[in-house]
């Protein structure tokens, strides 16, 4: 059986979490005069889903494909997220946030299946490859 680690933020919910600026003195971070952060909603925040990704998900023969939900995001925003994606939570065979345990927690290793991401650098953490999401 082939596991299939799937993102979500910029992958499967369109916009990441809420950007802001915070302004600092010039000369404090390398010489940028502002510093740009992502934070993370705890609240349901109305999101685009990527639904051509979720139909190509749940079309995948469950006898052959493992589909796990893998996510930097805290664990504490797991309900949100799961409001996020309403009926679409039905594809996942498991989720994996961001400080729970077991391999799934970890975005920075390798894993033992195939990555859907945003990002190249995650795309790269599937031992049997990765397909980059662009929307």
């Known amino acids: 059986?082939?596991?299939?680690?799937?993102?979500?933020?910029?992958?499967?919910?369109?916009?990441?979490?809420?950007?802001?600026?915070?302004?600092?003195?010039?000369?404090?971070?390398?010489g940028q005069t502002h510093l740009d952060?992502?934070?993370d909603a705890t609240q349901v925040i109305p999101r685009p889903l990527?639904?051509?990704l979720l139909r190509w998900l749940r079309s995948l023969p469950r006898d052959k494909y493992?589909?796990?939900?893998?996510?930097?995001?805290?664990?504490?925003l797991e309900a949100a997220t799961m409001k996020n994606?309403?009926?679409?939570?039905?594809?996942?065979?498991g989720f994996s946030f961001n400080g729970t345990a077991g391999q799934e927690a970890n975005k920075y290793g390798l894993?033992?299946?195939?990555?859907?991401?945003?990002?190249?650098?995650?795309?790269?953490?599937?031992?049997?490859?990765?397909v980059q999401i662009i929307w």
């Open 1 to 30: 059986m082939i596991t299939i680690y799937v993102d979500v933020d910029g992958t499967l919910i369109k916009y990441r979490t809420a950007r802001f600026t915070i302004a600092v003195d010039r000369g404090v971070n390398n």
């Open 37 to 39: 952060a992502w934070i």
């Open 50 to 52: 990527n639904l051509r």
């Open 66 to 76: 493992r589909v796990v939900l893998w996510t930097n995001r805290n664990p504490a």
């Open 85 to 93: 994606l309403g009926k679409w939570t039905k594809v996942f065979d």
């Open 111 to 130: 894993m033992d299946g195939f990555v859907i991401d945003d990002e190249p650098r995650y795309v790269k953490c599937g031992a049997l490859g990765g």
